[in-house]
Structure formats: C-alpha cells, structure tokens
C-alpha cells in the first residue's frame, strides 16, 4: 500500500508538470466532487427509471412542464448570488452566506408573487391542476432557491467533502419523497406538492446545519451583494433560457414529446453540471491570481476543458443504446437524440473554465458581453429551430449554440485589453 501511494503521489507530481495544473488539489476537492456527483446522479437516475416507467408520457410530460414554467420565475430571483457568495467565501469572507440569504429571502418575494399570479390565471381558466401547482411552488420555491446557497458557502470554503455530502444527502431526500409518491399516486398536483416539500425541507436543514457548524455570523457583505446584483442583472435571462426549449416543446408538440426529449436529455443533463463541478474546483485558486497569470495558460487550459469533454461524449455515445434498452425500454426513440446531445459536452467543459475565469476576477463587462450573446443566439436558436422540428430542431439548436458561444467567449477574452475588473 505504501509503494502504490507513492507511484500515485509521484504520477500526480508529474501530471503537474507536465499540465500545469495542481492536480494534487484537484483530486483531493475532485475525489468529492466525483463522488457526490457520481452519487447524485445514481439517484437522479433511478428516480428518473421510476417517473419513466410508472407514469404514462402525458402526465410525465405535463409535471416536466409545470416544472419547466416554474423555472421561468427565476428571473425573480437573485441567480448570480450563488457565484457571489462562493468568490466572496474563497477571498475571506465568513459572513457571506447569511448575509446573502436574507437579502434573497427579501427579493424572492416577487417569485412568490408571480407564481401566485400565474396560479389565478389557471384558476380563471378552470385548470386546477395547475392551479394548485403554482401555488405552492409559489410557497416554497423562493425559499429554496435562497437557501441552496449554503452549497456556494462551501465550495468557497474549499470544503469539497461536506459539500457533497450534505448535496447528496439532500438529493436522497428528495428522491425518497418523490419515489413514495410515484407508488401512491399519480396526480399531478400531489407530485408537485412533494417535489416542493422535499427539496425546501432538504436546503433548509443543511443550510442550518452548515450555519451552526461554522458558527456563522450576518456581516457587512455590502461588495459582494452588489457583486451577487451585478451577476443576476447580467444573467436575468438565464432562468428564460434554461427553461424555453421544455416550454416550446410541450406547446408546440405537446406533453408527450417533451417526456421523450425529458428522457434524452437525462444524463447529458447530469454529465454537463459534473464538468463544470470539476472546472469550478478552481475558483478559489483563478480567484488569487492575477489575469495576467490566467492569460498565460488561458488557451491551454481551453485545449484540455475541450479534451475532457470529448473523452466523455465518446464514452456516452457507446454507451447509450445499452442503457436506454435495459432501464428506458419505453423512451428507445430517446437514444438517437441523447447520443447528439452528448457532443455538446466538447463545448461544455471549455465553457465552464471561461465562466469561472471571469467570475473569479469580477470581469462585470465581459460577462454581460458573453451573458447576452448566449442569450440572443440560444433564444433564437430555441424559437426558430425548435418551433420547426420539434426535439430535432432544439437538440441541433443546442449543439449550434455552444460553437457559437464557445467562439463568442473567446473572442471576448482575447480583445479584452482594458481588464474591467469591477471597482467598487
């Protein structure tokens, strides 16, 4: 045992001179980040075989859809807070993450307020069903959303470990909660209230458990609330974005069509979080250096982020016929969409280091300038292909929008001579 840790402290000594990067720091916080991730999506999965196989497509479809509507209301949220919080923790910050929280708890009440909205115009229209869906998501999802912030807490922290320990315990609740109800009913409504309970009873208890175990303390956080400010007006329409395909697929094509797309993008969905996870173990280390130091290696680093994305496509895409036929015998027409989706993890990786490159150094401008051109071209993208051809069109929309944007950030980084670092 002690020859193998040696050959293995040594190949990671080696692996850093030959890379450039501290790959001792990354297997330690990518040891954690792997397995959570790895955990997490074992469960997402399995519960994903359960919805797949115990609820029929329309009323699959229709629960993705409320979902996916839901999501939209995020824009009513702090998003960019998370990415605050995290920059803010690794630069020495403690009290961080309570202040943010309280500051998201006051903002998110127009979350509430637009979900309630959202659940009187069903009521008007006689779908109660839907009715009783938003209206309590509108209870809890604000809270939910603010207090998830304790994962941003720790990642700044560099406390991989607890990090994922305390994701994936909140994944096992939640997925216990949906699994009981998948066996006891099958209404819409029910499921979504169970959804909702779950994953705000789970952020709920870890955010106070990580409160209490650090001893955390409200501090004057004024920089880093207006950094959290900067970054949601920057991606304002990111929760639009994230959630347009799902809406256009269910109201063009209808519920059933967006199952079959729901359960091609099953595990790309799962995959592309667990590259950026990996890339963003960095932040605190891009968050110490200088841009200059980034600059350096900045297209190297690209070249790597694009290799380990195509190591992982290529994987999946052999993959993926086996898996669809063991545990989605119903979804086989998924398959072909599913493996298409996975090039997109070429773009994913290298995407994920630039977002993390410019958030750890609060290049405001640079980010607004990437924000909204990934908008605009996945926007466009979603309406004109997906309106067109349906789960065709938004999975060739997506693999187009990650070349265009891959090259679009780029192109920012290289002609950004001024350096915007944000001035308080």
């Known amino acids: 045992m002690s020859n193998l840790k040696n050959y293995y402290y040594q190949l990671l000594r080696r692996g850093t001179e030959l890379l450039g990067l501290d790959l001792g720091y990354f297997a330690s916080g990518g040891f954690w980040t792997t397995l959570g991730q790895g955990a997490n999506t074992i469960i997402a999965l399995l519960l994903t075989v359960a919805f797949a196989n115990l609820l029929p497509k329309e009323i699959y479809g229709n629960y993705r859809y409320i979902l996916s509507l839901a999501g939209i209301f995020n824009i009513f949220t702090l998003t960019g807070m998370n990415n605050a919080v995290v920059q803010a923790t690794a630069a020495g910050n403690e009290g961080a993450l309570r202040a943010s929280v309280k500051y998201q708890l006051k903002w998110n009440f127009m979350m509430m307020l637009a979900l309630w909205t959202l659940a009187g115009y069903y009521f008007w229209q006689d779908n109660f069903i839907f009715a009783a869906s938003f209206f309590v998501l509108g209870i809890f999802s604000p809270a939910t959303q603010a207090l998830n912030t304790y994962g941003a807490y720790l990642a700044g922290k560099k406390e ?13 609740i939640y997925a216990v909660g949906m699994f009981i109800a998948l066996l006891l009913t099958k209404e819409i409504a029910s499921l979504i209230t169970i959804y909702a309970l779950t994953t705000f009873i789970a952020n709920l208890l870890f955010y106070y458990k990580t409160v209490k175990l650090f001893n955390l303390s409200v501090a004057p956080s ?135 490159a410019f958030t750890a150094q609060k290049l405001t401008k640079s980010i607004l300038a990437g924000s909204v051109s990934a908008t605009v071209v996945k926007i466009s993208l979603y309406v004109i292909l997906g309106t067109w051809g349906g789960i065709l069109g938004l999975v060739l929309a997506q693999l187009i929008y990650y070349v265009i944007v891959t090259f679009i950030n780029i192109i920012i980084w290289k002609f950004n001579k001024s350096y915007d670092k944000m001035t308080t």
Do not use: C
């Open 222 to 356: 004024k920089e880093m609330l207006k950094y959290g400010r900067h970054l949601t007006f920057i991606s304002f329409m990111g929760p639009i974005v994230t959630q347009i395909d799902s809406v256009i697929l269910a109201y063009f094509w209808g519920p059933a069509q967006l199952a079959t797309y729901a359960l091609a993008r099953a595990i790309p969905d799962r995959a592309a979080p667990f590259i950026k996870d990996i890339i963003n173990l960095g932040m605190p280390k891009l968050a110490k250096k200088t841009l200059d130091d980034i600059n350096k290696v900045f297209y190297k680093r690209i070249f790597q982020a694009m290799i380990l994305g195509a190591v992982l496509a290529i994987g999946y895409v052999i993959t993926a016929p086996f898996i669809f036929k063991y545990i989605f015998p119903k979804y086989l027409e998924s398959v072909f969409y599913s493996r298409l989706l996975a090039i997109g993890f070429i773009f994913a990786a290298p995407l994920g280091y630039m977002g993390t």
């Open 160 to 172: 991989f470990k607890l990090n994922n320990i305390f994701g994936t315990l909140a994944t096992v």
